[in-house]
């Protein structure tokens, strides 16, 4: 996005947040300068930003460096940039070096002359370089007064490693053929114990979550993207009389451009010449084709389904109905409430008292009269043991074993964020075409007139209907018992289609095409009234019977609703499709709430009425159309069977295209979550047991380091717990 004189309004790119906290204060900083409104998404690291007319740019650039943090304005190919890459690099790095770190000091054995140096030379670049990051967002943390779990991550490693530099260089850990001594409690030669792998491990570790993290980061901010990638990439635009191909971005208003079938309609537009049916449930969720024709108005990205059209361009660029629906899922998502993760707020009250305790600690040595080796020995343990490694797994690593467990049973999570939505939301919304129906048009019933053979009528029908691209033409092709030979095939604008098969004349289509339906008449209403489509066919001018086509149930879909139920949730019908249809299958599956004929900015505004009245809602979807509302929801489930749109808007992606695997995928996100739980509670538990003893002195920092990987171990243990979910 650019700059404007008028609009004074543009969007900034933000670099090194780590937490909803950073947005916040990114945002208020901005918000300070005279006559600026931003708004930091910390989901899509950007910042929208207005500004008075004549303000310099810059100036909001520079505010956002003054706090901290990174900014500049969007640029070509900034989209393509992997965020989670620099991350990896310093991963690797962590990794390689950290393992034989860890194994010296671990197994007193391997140990050799000099080990302890080249201990020394593997962490430095681990403990500066890789966790720079940390190190960092500790340092702008402590400018505003906040300690999170960087500040943990930094202090813990840094003590660890500073204290084994002074005992290498100031004790007796430097000298050559040194071994570690393993002593239970802090005893006269604690000042030569050395803590790298714990520096290094620690780093290794939390280096790791971020990574994954970012991962998912990335995943979850395509949307945009997506959604306007599904617009036509070409157009032949008709220049005195002759068609030219030219990129669909250098259409103006009054072009006139040409749609052949199976084609993108390539902006919004009128049709001057030309009939057809066009395709529009990605965009509208109307299952059903619409058939268009000379004066009718048509919009850019649906489908043509059937003949040629010339259409008129009315609306490009920004102004298309495709962008005006970018902007409403960009809204909803800026306006998505982000929640800080579980382990930060553990770790805001958690880190200031482990600070205290080992200042405290240090301090009471001393007053006690112990050695200052003894002292800063006790202080050490007391940040080694506190060191987060477990409180920065509990997140992680039960989110990578419930997101695996949960693609292996067609389930995506795309972060920690979705699993405290799924254990508040008590109403759940679905999208009717494509999410309960199969978005498909099928044949349902065929009614034939009296004397007249049900297959003899479908064959017929069938044979004609072959020859065209028609949808609901297709599906009656698709069902019929065989197919014939149709010759003189001709297209009845805006009617239906007419030819000669066996040597009869056969009309299929609207019952405008014969002049009296007899006995017809009353099968045709019924099924009209029932939301199905009615399409007559027959032969030497006479209807001989009426097929019934419309969007089957997926036959999977009453049980899920019933599990809903089960899972306490209310579910809610919401489509684009007429009334009548919309009661009959919410009847067939078994819901009572039906909200019917609502366009694409209406679904969000049911989401928002919904949220307004106290509920938390789930929306389950998979169109265009579904996008902006699964972004505002509170949980948002796209079926992977839909557009890419919907599945990158939403929180979960259901890759089945089986409504039971949104129940499925509550369950187990609701089930990972109380995982995470459980791994903080037993990693906060294992340091309220452990801080007195290292504050006392009975506890080695070297058995504190052991301690600290035992609890990080429990936690990849709870959580691989998830693998056998059901």
């Given at each position: ?267 919004d537009g009128v049709i001057e010449d030309g009939a057809s049916a066009v395709d529009a ?418 506890l080695n920092p070297m058995i504190a380091g052991a301690a600290m990987a035992l609890s ?15």
């Amino acid at each position: 996005m650019t700059t404007t004189a008028d609009s004074g309004r543009l969007e900034l790119a933000i670099g090194g947040m780590t937490c909803a906290s950073c947005a916040m204060r990114i945002e208020k900083k901005l918000n300070r300068l005279d006559g600026v409104t931003a708004t930091v998404n910390y989901a899509t690291e950007k910042a929208e930003v207005t500004f008075p007319a004549g303000a310099d740019p810059q100036r909001l650039v520079e505010t956002v460096e003054a706090a901290g943090y990174t900014a500049k304005l969007p640029e070509p190919g900034d989209e393509d940039e992997d965020p989670s890459r620099p991350l990896r690099n310093r991963l690797v790095v962590a990794a390689v070096l950290a393992v034989p770190v860890i194994v010296l000091a671990m197994v007193p054995a391997l140990q050799f002359d000099y080990w302890q140096w080249i201990s020394l030379a593997l962490a430095t670049p681990v403990v500066t370089w890789a966790a720079w990051p940390f190190h960092r967002a500790a340092w702008t943390n402590l400018t505003y007064g906040a300690t999170t779990m960087d500040t943990l991550i930094s202090v813990g490693t840094l003590a660890a490693f500073l204290w084994s530099l002074y005992a290498l260089v100031f004790g007796d850990a430097g000298m050559i053929g040194m071994r570690h001594a393993f002593e239970l409690t802090v005893g006269p030669s604690a000042g030569d114990a050395l803590y790298f792998e714990v520096a290094t491990g620690v780093t290794a570790f939390l280096l790791a979550g971020r990574y994954f993290e970012a991962r998912s980061k990335r995943r979850a901010g395509a949307a945009l993207r997506a959604l306007l990638e599904l617009g036509a990439k070409d157009v032949a635009v008709l220049r005195d009389g002759v068609e030219v191909r030219i990129p669909a971005g250098q259409l103006t208003v009054g072009d006139r451009f040409v749609v052949r079938p199976g084609e993108k309609i390539a902006t919004d537009g009128v049709i001057e010449d030309g009939a057809s049916a066009v395709d529009a449930s990605m965009l509208t969720g109307e299952s059903v084709p619409v058939e268009v024709g000379p004066g009718d108005a048509v919009v850019g990205a649906t489908v043509n389904a059937g003949g040629r059209l010339v259409v008129r361009a009315t609306r490009v660029g920004a102004d298309t109905q495709l962008a005006q629906m970018a902007k409403l899922v960009e809204a909803a998502q800026t306006g998505k409430a982000q929640v800080q993760r579980l382990a930060d707020r553990v770790a805001g009250v958690f880190v200031p008292i482990v600070l205290v305790l080992s200042l405290s600690t240090l301090v009471g040595w001393f007053v006690a009269g112990g050695t200052p080796s003894a002292a800063f020995t006790a202080a050490v343990a007391v940040l080694i043991i506190a060191c987060p490694c477990a409180l920065g797994l509990a997140t992680p690593t039960a989110l990578l074993v419930g997101t695996g467990r949960g693609a292996q049973l067609g389930i995506l999570i795309k972060g920690p964020e979705v699993l405290e939505s799924t254990r508040r939301i008590d109403t759940i919304v679905l999208d009717k075409t494509g999410t309960v129906t199969t978005g498909r048009m099928a044949l349902v019933d065929v009614h034939p007139a009296a004397g007249v053979e049900r297959d003899e009528a479908l064959r017929l029908a069938g044979t004609l209907e072959n020859a065209s691209e028609h949808p609901i033409a297709k599906a009656i092709a698709a069902a019929a018992p065989e197919l014939g030979e149709a010759r003189e095939f001709a297209n009845v604008e805006g009617l239906g289609v007419r030819g000669v098969v066996d040597g009869r004349e056969v009309s299929v289509g609207r019952a405008a095409l014969f002049e009296d339906l007899g006995e017809l008449a009353e099968v045709k209403a019924a099924a009209e009234k029932r939301g199905d489509t009615a399409v007559v066919v027959g032969w030497d001018g006479q209807a001989k019977a009426v097929l019934a086509v419309a969007d089957t149930v997926k036959p999977t879909s009453a049980e899920a609703v019933a599990r809903f139920r089960e899972l306490g949730l209310r579910p809610v019908l919401l489509t684009g499709d007429n009334e009548t249809v919309a009661r009959e299958v919410a009847r067939e599956v078994g819901v009572d709430d039906v909200i019917a004929e609502v366009l694409p900015a209406g679904k969000v505004d049911v989401v928002r009425q919904l949220q307004d009245e106290g509920h938390r809602v789930a929306v389950v979807g998979d169109g265009v159309n579904d996008a902006a509302a699964l972004a505002q929801a509170d949980l948002g489930l796209a079926m992977g069977t839909g557009t890419d749109v919907a599945i990158e808007a939403g929180d979960l992606t259901l890759v089945r295209g089986d409504l039971r695997a949104a129940a499925d995928a509550i369950r187990l996100s609701r089930r990972t979550l109380n995982t995470i739980k459980g791994n903080l509670f037993w990693a906060f538990a294992y340091n309220v047991a452990a801080l007195p003893l290292a504050a006392l002195g009975l506890l080695n920092p070297m058995i504190a380091g052991a301690a600290m990987a035992l609890s990080s171990v429990f936690v990849v243990s709870n959580s691989l717990r998830l693998r056998r979910f059901r």
